[in-house]
Structure formats: C-alpha cells, structure tokens
C-alpha cells in the first residue's frame, strides 16, 4: 500500500497543479520528499500493526522474537518502498501510468520474494536477481524474527543491505525530482 500511495502522491499534485505551487516555494528537494515520505511511513507501520494483531488474534501466529526488533527493521524497509513509490511518481504524468508501474514491480517483488515458492527452486539466473529484492530481505527477517526468534546478529545481513536500498532509492526520488516543470 506504501508503494501505490507514496506513488501516487506527487502524480495527483502534479494532475490538480498544486505541484506549481509548492515548486515555487523557497523548499528544498529533500525537505519536500521526506515530506511526503512521512505520513506514508507511519502509515505502513499502523498496518503492520493492524497485520500483526491479526495475525495473533485471529490466526494465532506464534511471535517468538522481539517486536521491536522488527518494527525497527520494517521502519527502515518501508522507507525503501516509499522511495520506490516517489521514484516512480517523478517519471510518470497520471496517477494510472504511476499506479501501472508499482504494480508491475510489486508483483515481480513478491512472486521473487520467497514468500510462495522458495528461492532455492527458482532457476540460478532468478536467484540472482531476487538479491536485489528488497521484499526478499523482509519475507526472511519476519520469519526470522517472528518465528525462530533471531536477534539484531542474525538479521544484520539482511539489515544492511535494505539500509542500502533505502539511501539509493531516497536518493534517486530526491535527485530524479525537478522543481521546474
């Protein structure tokens, strides 16, 4: 939901003309994304919330490991999609062509993620390529963290390397922004 919402944002500003208005204003680039990048992050951490209590509540999903441990994570991993979704926004002119483009992504992201079928099944060409995978690192630590208990060492590989997403593509939303139209 971060993704299509963070997506969409700067597109709808662009499509009413409010976008002219707020490149005119002595802001900074990087003041105007984060910005728009926050509302969406305490977004994507209520639902996690919301998913969690419905995991416990309804399905019984067992929660062995900290919760902080993977609020903190997941704090760091929906700033990746959001950039991904402000990225995209800046290079498409309708909320559809934006609404396009996260799909397109989201669902290649998920079906590579391990979520249904296992990486180590996928052919070795596909297994690369979900190294880049930002999901990928987020299916593992909720299982590690949630189901077997893992600690910050045990997540730290897949910590880093969703930190390093999350500097390229904030960095790419902020960069690829133009304040002249």
Do not use: C, H
């Not at 995209?88 to 290649?108: G, L």
Request: without cysteine.
């Amino acid at each position: 939901i971060s993704l299509f919402l963070s997506g969409m944002n700067i597109v709808r500003e662009k499509e009413i003309g409010t976008l002219e208005q707020i490149n005119v204003t002595p802001i900074r680039k990087s003041q105007f994304i984060i910005g728009k990048l926050f509302p969406f992050w305490v977004l994507g951490l209520t639902i996690l919330t919301v998913g969690l209590i419905i995991a416990k509540l309804i399905f019984n999903v067992p929660m062995v490991g900290s919760l902080v441990l993977l609020y903190a994570y997941t704090a760091v991993y929906i700033l990746v999609i959001l950039g991904m979704g402000l990225f995209i926004s800046n290079f498409t002119d309708t909320q559809q062509q934006a609404m396009f483009i996260a799909w397109f992504f989201m669902v290649i992201f998920i079906l590579m993620s391990g979520l249904f079928t296992p990486i180590e099944s996928m052919p070795k060409w596909a297994q690369y390529i979900t190294d880049f995978n930002p999901i990928k690192y987020f299916v593992q630590v909720v299982r590690m963290v949630l189901l077997k208990g893992s600690g910050f060492n045990d997540i730290m590989p897949q910590f880093l390397k969703t930190l390093v997403f999350a500097f390229l593509m904030n960095g790419l939303a902020v960069w690829s922004y133009k304040k002249t139209s």
